[in-house]
């Protein structure tokens, strides 16, 4: 009789219920001096909501982004590998390949990039770099300098082979070539570009670090 004093009469179901209470109550009480089950206040939405709103500093990572990474060829498919990176006022290409043709291309003997953006853009292009010696890298550079004459930055075996192509189509007077080695740095407009050794199926061939305003980018180069 005791016992339902307590609490404990009725069903299984307000028994089990009862029980529940009882240890709760037991929690709350503190054990040793330390509380249990204590959590941190909840900060109101207003305050979330400033600190939102709060400008961001100059160095904020999350501000807008003025670079442009810009495939104009090889992404997605094999060959006609070509990137333009633009900062502000400058761009720089990375490669400049070609594609050969499918079976159904009948007459076709090369597919070149589209190079409409570049002429339209032909005076903030500060240089074009090539990572290696492949067809699909470096075989629509006399097509393209037939429309933008810009300096090339190479490797000595890329140089090279890029010499024999532009000598086929009489554009070795008119073009600069530049030889740069592993290790180099070369500064191009607000791009400062890194040649990295990397191995590839053709010797002299390089990676690239692309030094940017707003971060460093990796071209492996394949």
């Known amino acids: 009789m005791e016992r339902r004093k307590e609490g404990f009469v009725g069903s299984r179901e307000n028994r089990g219920r009862a029980r529940t209470t009882v240890k709760k109550e037991e929690n709350k ?7 249990r089950n204590t959590r941190m206040p909840r900060k109101p939405r207003e305050t979330m909501i400033k600190r939102e709103n709060m400008p961001r500093k100059e160095g904020d990572i999350f501000k807008k982004n003025k670079l442009k990474i810009i495939p104009l060829g090889g992404l997605q ?8 990176f633009e900062y502000e006022n400058d761009i720089i290409l990375v490669d400049c390949g ?16 589209d190079f409409t953006y ?6 903030r292009i500060r240089g074009l770099v090539i990572t290696h010696g492949h067809e699909d890298h470096i075989g629509s550079i006399p097509y393209f300098l037939k429309q933008v004459n810009v300096p090339i930055y190479a490797t000595k075996l890329t140089v090279g082979l890029i ?4 000598e086929e ?13 592993q290790g180099d740095t070369v500064e191009l407009g607000k791009f400062k570009i890194e040649f990295i050794k990397s191995c590839h199926s053709i010797p002299d061939a390089v990676a690239l670090a692309i030094h940017t305003p707003v971060g460093v980018i990796v071209h492996t180069g394949d």
Do not use: Y
Not at 29 to 35: A, C, L, Q, S, Y
Not at 77 to 84: L, R
Not at 98 to 113: T, Y
Not at 118 to 123: G, M
């Open 29 to 35: 009480e503190p054990r040793n001096g330390i509380k």
């Open 77 to 84: 498919e094999v060959g006609k590998n070509i990137t333009v």
């Open 98 to 113: 070609v594609s050969f043709p499918e079976d159904d291309m009948l007459g076709i003997d090369l597919v070149i990039p």
């Open 118 to 123: 570049l002429v339209k853009n032909k005076d």
């Open 163 to 166: 010499k024999n192509k532009l």
């Open 169 to 181: 189509h009489r554009l070795t007077k008119q073009t600069k070539m530049h030889t740069v080695k």
